[in-house]
Protein backbone atom coordinates (compact mmCIF):
# COMPACT_ATOMS: atom_id res chain seq x y z
CA UNK A 1 0.00 0.00 0.00
CA UNK A 2 1.98 3.23 -1.02
CA UNK A 3 -0.88 5.42 -0.62
CA UNK A 4 -2.41 7.79 -3.04
CA UNK A 5 -0.25 9.93 -5.06
CA UNK A 6 -0.90 13.42 -6.40
CA UNK A 7 1.00 15.43 -8.90
CA UNK A 8 2.12 18.11 -8.66
CA UNK A 9 2.27 19.23 -5.08
CA UNK A 10 1.83 23.52 -6.32
CA UNK A 11 0.80 24.83 -9.50
CA UNK A 12 0.79 28.54 -9.89
CA UNK A 13 -0.50 29.92 -12.85
CA UNK A 14 -1.32 32.76 -14.59
CA UNK A 15 -5.47 33.47 -14.83
CA UNK A 16 -6.82 32.35 -18.16
CA UNK A 17 -4.34 29.61 -18.30
CA UNK A 18 -5.00 25.90 -18.60
CA UNK A 19 -3.54 23.39 -15.45
CA UNK A 20 -4.36 19.75 -15.00
CA UNK A 21 -3.58 17.54 -12.10
CA UNK A 22 -2.95 13.85 -12.04
CA UNK A 23 -4.05 11.18 -9.03
CA UNK A 24 -2.58 7.89 -8.70
CA UNK A 25 -5.00 6.28 -6.40
CA UNK A 26 -4.14 3.10 -4.26
CA UNK A 27 -3.56 -0.02 -6.84
CA UNK A 28 -6.85 -1.95 -5.63
CA UNK A 29 -8.73 0.79 -5.20
CA UNK A 30 -12.13 1.30 -7.42
CA UNK A 31 -13.81 4.22 -6.41
CA UNK A 32 -11.81 7.57 -6.84
CA UNK A 33 -13.27 11.14 -5.47
CA UNK A 34 -11.59 14.48 -5.99
CA UNK A 35 -12.48 17.59 -3.37
CA UNK A 36 -11.53 20.87 -3.40
CA UNK A 37 -10.48 22.79 0.03
CA UNK A 38 -10.14 26.13 1.05
CA UNK A 39 -8.32 27.20 4.20
CA UNK A 40 -10.55 27.17 7.30
CA UNK A 41 -13.02 25.21 5.12
CA UNK A 42 -13.52 21.33 5.08
CA UNK A 43 -13.07 19.33 1.90
CA UNK A 44 -15.45 20.03 -1.06
CA UNK A 45 -16.92 17.27 -2.70
CA UNK A 46 -16.23 18.22 -7.11
CA UNK A 47 -16.66 14.25 -8.88
CA UNK A 48 -17.05 10.69 -8.00
CA UNK A 49 -15.38 8.11 -10.63
CA UNK A 50 -16.30 4.25 -9.89
CA UNK A 51 -13.53 2.17 -12.31
CA UNK A 52 -13.61 4.22 -15.34
CA UNK A 53 -17.65 5.32 -15.07
CA UNK A 54 -17.99 8.96 -13.64
CA UNK A 55 -21.09 8.58 -11.63
CA UNK A 56 -21.94 11.84 -9.86
CA UNK A 57 -20.31 15.15 -10.40
CA UNK A 58 -20.99 18.22 -8.33
CA UNK A 59 -23.47 20.97 -9.24
CA UNK A 60 -21.01 23.43 -8.16
CA UNK A 61 -18.78 22.81 -10.28
CA UNK A 62 -18.60 24.80 -13.60
CA UNK A 63 -17.77 23.78 -17.41
CA UNK A 64 -14.45 24.27 -17.11
CA UNK A 65 -13.44 21.83 -14.73
CA UNK A 66 -13.39 18.02 -16.50
CA UNK A 67 -12.30 15.09 -14.74
CA UNK A 68 -11.14 11.72 -16.31
CA UNK A 69 -10.38 8.16 -15.27
CA UNK A 70 -8.96 6.05 -18.64
CA UNK A 71 -8.86 2.56 -17.51
CA UNK A 72 -10.16 2.92 -13.91
CA UNK A 73 -6.45 3.65 -12.74
CA UNK A 74 -5.22 7.20 -12.62
CA UNK A 75 -7.47 10.38 -13.25
CA UNK A 76 -6.76 13.47 -14.25
CA UNK A 77 -8.52 16.92 -13.16
CA UNK A 78 -8.46 19.77 -16.19
CA UNK A 79 -9.18 23.26 -14.99
CA UNK A 80 -9.61 25.54 -18.01
CA UNK A 81 -9.43 29.15 -17.84
CA UNK A 82 -8.35 29.57 -14.42
CA UNK A 83 -9.87 32.54 -12.40
CA UNK A 84 -8.68 33.34 -8.74
CA UNK A 85 -11.66 31.79 -6.74
CA UNK A 86 -10.05 28.95 -8.22
CA UNK A 87 -6.96 28.66 -6.09
CA UNK A 88 -7.71 26.37 -3.30
CA UNK A 89 -6.01 22.61 -2.67
CA UNK A 90 -7.22 19.59 -5.04
CA UNK A 91 -7.40 16.88 -3.09
CA UNK A 92 -7.93 13.11 -4.49
CA UNK A 93 -9.34 9.76 -2.58
CA UNK A 94 -9.58 6.59 -3.13
CA UNK A 95 -11.30 3.63 -1.45
CA UNK A 96 -12.25 0.02 -2.27
CA UNK A 97 -15.52 0.12 -0.98
CA UNK A 98 -17.78 2.07 1.13
CA UNK A 99 -15.87 2.77 3.84
CA UNK A 100 -13.10 5.35 4.68
CA UNK A 101 -11.77 7.39 2.37
CA UNK A 102 -7.89 7.24 1.68
CA UNK A 103 -6.75 10.64 0.70
CA UNK A 104 -3.57 11.95 -1.13
CA UNK A 105 -1.71 15.53 0.20
CA UNK A 106 -3.39 17.65 -2.59
CA UNK A 107 -1.97 19.91 -5.26
CA UNK A 108 -2.10 23.37 -4.11
CA UNK A 109 -3.36 25.59 -6.75
CA UNK A 110 -2.63 29.23 -6.91
CA UNK A 111 -3.87 31.54 -9.32
CA UNK A 112 -2.41 34.64 -9.73
CA UNK B 1 -30.71 19.60 2.85
CA UNK B 2 -27.93 17.43 4.25
CA UNK B 3 -25.55 18.49 6.45
CA UNK B 4 -22.76 18.74 8.81
CA UNK B 5 -21.70 21.11 11.44
CA UNK B 6 -18.53 21.03 13.77
CA UNK B 7 -18.41 23.06 17.31
CA UNK B 8 -16.31 24.44 18.26
CA UNK B 9 -13.81 26.36 15.31
CA UNK B 10 -10.72 26.55 17.36
CA UNK B 11 -9.52 25.10 20.48
CA UNK B 12 -6.98 25.35 22.54
CA UNK B 13 -5.79 23.03 25.65
CA UNK B 14 -3.21 22.60 27.88
CA UNK B 15 -1.03 19.05 27.60
CA UNK B 16 -3.08 16.38 30.04
CA UNK B 17 -6.77 18.69 29.50
CA UNK B 18 -8.95 16.48 28.14
CA UNK B 19 -11.93 17.61 26.30
CA UNK B 20 -14.54 16.62 23.14
CA UNK B 21 -15.23 17.89 20.06
CA UNK B 22 -18.40 17.03 18.30
CA UNK B 23 -20.05 16.33 15.30
CA UNK B 24 -23.81 17.25 14.16
CA UNK B 25 -25.35 15.92 11.15
CA UNK B 26 -28.79 16.54 9.63
CA UNK B 27 -29.23 14.13 7.12
CA UNK B 28 -31.37 11.94 5.39
CA UNK B 29 -30.18 8.92 6.06
CA UNK B 30 -26.55 7.77 7.91
CA UNK B 31 -24.35 4.84 6.21
CA UNK B 32 -21.32 6.03 8.49
CA UNK B 33 -19.97 8.31 10.02
CA UNK B 34 -15.92 9.24 9.60
CA UNK B 35 -13.31 11.10 11.68
CA UNK B 36 -10.48 12.45 10.31
CA UNK B 37 -7.33 14.64 11.31
CA UNK B 38 -5.53 16.88 9.17
CA UNK B 39 -2.12 18.31 9.49
CA UNK B 40 -1.40 21.49 7.87
CA UNK B 41 -0.66 20.86 3.98
CA UNK B 42 -1.87 17.19 3.95
CA UNK B 43 -4.34 15.07 2.72
CA UNK B 44 -6.52 14.08 5.88
CA UNK B 45 -5.74 10.92 7.80
CA UNK B 46 -8.17 8.62 8.62
CA UNK B 47 -9.19 8.12 12.05
CA UNK B 48 -12.45 6.01 12.78
CA UNK B 49 -15.77 5.02 10.96
CA UNK B 50 -18.93 4.82 13.31
CA UNK B 51 -21.83 3.20 11.73
CA UNK B 52 -24.87 2.67 14.32
CA UNK B 53 -26.00 4.72 17.23
CA UNK B 54 -24.30 3.39 20.29
CA UNK B 55 -20.91 2.41 18.67
CA UNK B 56 -17.55 3.58 20.28
CA UNK B 57 -14.17 3.14 18.85
CA UNK B 58 -10.85 4.29 20.57
CA UNK B 59 -7.27 4.44 19.40
CA UNK B 60 -4.46 5.91 21.39
CA UNK B 61 -5.56 9.18 23.54
CA UNK B 62 -8.92 9.62 20.86
CA UNK B 63 -12.45 7.49 21.17
CA UNK B 64 -15.46 8.41 18.82
CA UNK B 65 -18.93 7.96 20.10
CA UNK B 66 -22.20 7.99 18.09
CA UNK B 67 -25.99 9.04 18.58
CA UNK B 68 -28.50 9.47 16.40
CA UNK B 69 -28.07 13.39 16.09
CA UNK B 70 -24.25 13.69 16.85
CA UNK B 71 -20.68 12.44 16.98
CA UNK B 72 -18.15 13.35 19.61
CA UNK B 73 -14.34 12.86 19.50
CA UNK B 74 -13.11 12.82 23.07
CA UNK B 75 -9.56 13.70 23.45
CA UNK B 76 -7.67 12.60 26.97
CA UNK B 77 -4.41 13.58 27.85
CA UNK B 78 -3.43 15.25 25.02
CA UNK B 79 -0.09 16.22 23.87
CA UNK B 80 1.47 19.17 21.65
CA UNK B 81 1.85 16.57 18.88
CA UNK B 82 -2.15 16.12 19.15
CA UNK B 83 -2.50 19.35 17.57
CA UNK B 84 -3.90 19.28 14.22
CA UNK B 85 -7.54 20.18 12.61
CA UNK B 86 -9.96 17.18 13.21
CA UNK B 87 -12.90 16.74 10.40
CA UNK B 88 -15.52 14.50 10.24
CA UNK B 89 -17.87 13.66 7.65
CA UNK B 90 -20.82 11.61 6.77
CA UNK B 91 -21.98 9.14 4.12
CA UNK B 92 -25.68 9.21 3.23
CA UNK B 93 -27.52 5.61 2.05
CA UNK B 94 -28.58 6.49 -1.02
CA UNK B 95 -29.07 9.29 -3.40
CA UNK B 96 -25.18 10.41 -3.82
CA UNK B 97 -22.32 8.58 -3.53
CA UNK B 98 -19.98 11.68 -1.52
CA UNK B 99 -18.74 12.51 1.78
CA UNK B 100 -20.07 15.39 3.51
CA UNK B 101 -17.69 17.69 5.07
CA UNK B 102 -17.59 19.65 8.02
CA UNK B 103 -15.30 22.27 8.20
CA UNK B 104 -13.47 21.17 11.13
CA UNK B 105 -11.90 21.67 14.73
CA UNK B 106 -8.78 23.40 14.73
CA UNK B 107 -6.80 22.00 17.89
CA UNK B 108 -4.09 23.38 19.57
CA UNK B 109 -1.89 21.70 22.63
CA UNK B 110 0.12 23.72 24.74
CA UNK B 111 3.18 22.21 26.53
Known amino acids: DTGVSQDPRHKITKRGQNVTFRCDPISEHNRLYWYRQTLGQGPEFLTYFQNEAQLEKSRLLSDRFSAERPKGSFSTLEIQRTEQGDSAMYLC??????????FGNGTRLTVT | EDQVTQSPEALRLQEGESSSLNCSYT??????LFWYRQDPGKGPEFLFT???AGEEKEKERLKATLTKKESFLHITAPKPEDSATYLCAVQLTSGTYKYIFGTGTRLKVLA
Open chain 1, 93 to 102: ASSQAPGDLH
Open chain 2, 27 to 32: VSGLRG
Open chain 2, 50 to 52: LYS
